[in-house]
């Protein structure tokens, strides 16, 4: 299952709110190292991810401005 992750970061940036990768991985992933944060965050992006949970899906959708939907597809 692939997120529309790099869209939703884009979308936040057209509505002017600025989404760092870096920090965004950081509060998805707060009990890993940098390098780890950075890897998942890249994962997630590219479909690799295993598992999302709710929680994950909660704070990209607070961070970036979307829906679940949005995330999944399911909206443009």
């Known amino acids: 299952m692939k997120i529309r992750l790099n869209e939703a970061i ?5 509505n002017g709110k600025e989404v760092v990768k870096k ?3 950081a509060k998805l ?3 890993s190292t940098p ?3 950075q890897v ?3 994962y997630l992006a590219s479909g ?3 598992r999302v949970t709710p ?3 909660d704070i990209i959708c607070e961070e970036c401005g979307v829906t679940p939907n949005f995330l999944f597809g399911y909206e443009q």
């Not at 884009?10 to 057209?14: G, L, N």
């Open 35 to 37: 390098e780890s944060q």
């Open 10 to 14: 884009a979308y936040a940036k057209m």
């Open 48 to 50: 690799r991810t295993k």
């Open 29 to 31: 992933f707060p009990d």
């Open 40 to 42: 998942n965050l890249s």
């Open 55 to 57: 929680e994950l899906i």
């Open 23 to 25: 920090q965004l991985a």
